[in-house]
């Protein structure tokens, strides 16, 4: 059956979400969120400080930004001559006509051109992304679809959201429109998924928890809502399904390296969730809230023990065991899985730069990644299928910072301000310290019993990365033989 969800009643349940939900009972807020009621802006993916990096690394010639901003502009999303195709309904799944792709490319050329603005200041590229969001804004009046319609709203959602926060204050742009559509066709079936009633809690991957929570924290920055984004954070502590850090690493290692839930299924969903989990923590930072170091920078463990694997080398693996379908029947895997091992995904310069350079902890295997996959490329660049827009991409360009000092590395996040950046450096803030001295090196050093420090601890990315071409035509999600599950679950 097609899941059709109208404008009214999608207003109807936003009406009654908005500002019920927040910090749960019993639960006390950490001290960044509760000490803001109010957001930086931009904040999701990119601070004012994080654009102007961009803006003069590119100018100035510099490496490896001139070649992550050459991938972008050999990108045909991100050239201004694109024209908007906006639908009264996007589908995903279900018996009806699938279009959801339209919505992707659109969102994909609207952040490329964003971005290219942010950059060089050509309002060409301003216009083209203003005029692809208020086409939307103007003619969308709903998302339907089969179950999927979840995974439309979370990545596209979230995606979607971030394009709106460059635009913010862009003459001619609506952003209260904007803003309005985000929260009655999206924000609604994010929540609805959160909170499912539907099948068992622990049915769901990971990766559908994750776009969700990504979504809702998205449209709560772009909407100055701190209830929506409380949701998000206490979710990623406290939430009942796989999203949650507890239920989608859920065995650590005591050799620096943590399984991925996904890691039985396939790697191209590994890498999905990495990339979502990674986009969530570098939002929460932008605005001062650090989820990146939580429970001793859980997440760093999972990006290593994905990175090692999709690298070539072996990792300690233990039966994952869930629960499954509308009767709750126990399911395992018992081996990880090589489906898909070894593909690209732009995910990997986000996680890397964070931990490595802003935190000075040591990521041998992520790093190797990085400089392995080349420049990341964006929407457009691995594949036609919708698996190759699941991220914004570009993370060479966007993300690539120098090392902080000792002192920087172990100073507070707080949302960053274009007037705090400094000429030539990162400009963007600092995590906490507290990490166990076994995880913490401002030299990137490595422990010899830890397995995720078992590569070149400080690789010279750049210059090892010289001729290497980055992976494209997309990541096939295989399944593992004898699994008869859908694909996108």
């Not at 809502?225 to 650590?252: C, M, Q, S, W």
């Not at 990137?444 to 070149?456: H, Q």
Request: glycine share 14%; hydrophobic share 35%.
């Amino acid at each position: 059956m097609t899941l059709q969800i109208s404008r009214r009643t999608m207003l109807k349940a936003a009406g009654a979400a908005t500002g019920a939900v927040g910090i749960g009972t019993g639960v006390a807020a950490s001290p960044a969120t509760a000490a803001r009621t109010s957001f930086a802006h931009p904040g999701m993916l990119h601070t004012q400080a994080d654009l102007e990096r961009m803006a003069a690394k590119v100018k100035a010639g510099a490496a490896p930004y001139t070649a992550g901003f050459a991938r972008l502009t050999a990108n045909r999303h991100s050239q201004s001559t694109w024209r908007p195709n906006p639908l009264t309904t996007a589908i995903r799944g279900g018996s009806g006509v699938q279009n959801y792709w339209v919505l992707y490319n659109d969102i994909h050329a609207a952040y490329q051109n964003a971005l290219r603005w942010k950059i060089t200041g050509d309002t060409a590229h301003a216009d083209t992304a203003r005029d692809i969001c208020n086409a939307w804004s103007g003619t969308l009046k709903g998302i339907g679809g089969g179950s999927e319609v979840v995974l439309m709203a979370g990545i596209q959602g979230y995606q979607f959201a971030n394009v709106g926060e460059l635009m913010r204050g862009y003459p001619g742009f609506d952003l209260a429109r904007f803003q309005d559509m985000m929260v009655n066709c999206f924000y609604p079936t994010n929540r609805d998924f959160i909170y499912r009633k539907t099948n068992c809690i622990g049915h769901y991957w990971a990766n559908w928890d994750l776009c969700s929570m990504a979504s809702i924290m998205a449209i709560g920055i772009l909407c100055d809502d701190r209830a929506k984004f409380n949701e998000t954070v206490d979710y990623f502590h406290h939430g009942a399904g796989n999203g949650a850090l507890d239920k989608a690493i859920p065995h650590v290692y005591g050799n620096g390296l943590a399984q991925w839930q996904e890691s039985g299924r396939d790697q191209g969903h590994s890498l999905l969730g990495i990339g979502l989990m990674g986009t969530i923590c570098e939002m929460a930072w932008n605005q001062g809230v650090d989820l990146y170091g939580a429970e001793d920078s859980k997440f760093r463990k999972a990006c290593e023990y994905v990175a090692r694997y999709n690298l070539g080398h072996e990792v300690p693996y233990t039966t994952y065991t869930w629960t499954n379908g509308v009767h709750c029947l126990n399911t395992e895997e018992t081996v990880i899985s090589e489906g898909g091992r070894g593909g690209g995904r732009p995910v990997w310069a986000r996680v890397y730069n964070h931990y490595a350079n802003r935190r000075g902890m040591a990521m041998p295997n992520t790093g190797e990644m990085v400089a392995r996959s080349g420049p990341e490329g964006g929407g457009g660049d691995y594949g036609p299928n919708s698996g190759g827009f699941d991220e914004l991409g570009f993370g060479t360009l966007a993300y690539t910072r120098d090392k902080a000092t000792a002192a920087e590395a172990s100073a507070s996040p707080s949302p960053s301000k274009s007037a705090a950046a400094k000429s030539g450096t990162s400009g963007s803030s600092k995590s906490p310290a507290g990490q166990s001295s076994g995880d913490v090196s401002t030299r990137g050093g490595k422990s010899g019993k830890d397995l995720a420090a078992t590569g070149t601890s400080d690789l010279a990315l750049w210059t090892a990365a010289t001729g290497v071409t980055a992976i494209a035509g997309g990541l096939l999600l295989l399944r593992r033989r004898g699994q008869a599950r859908h694909d996108a679950e």
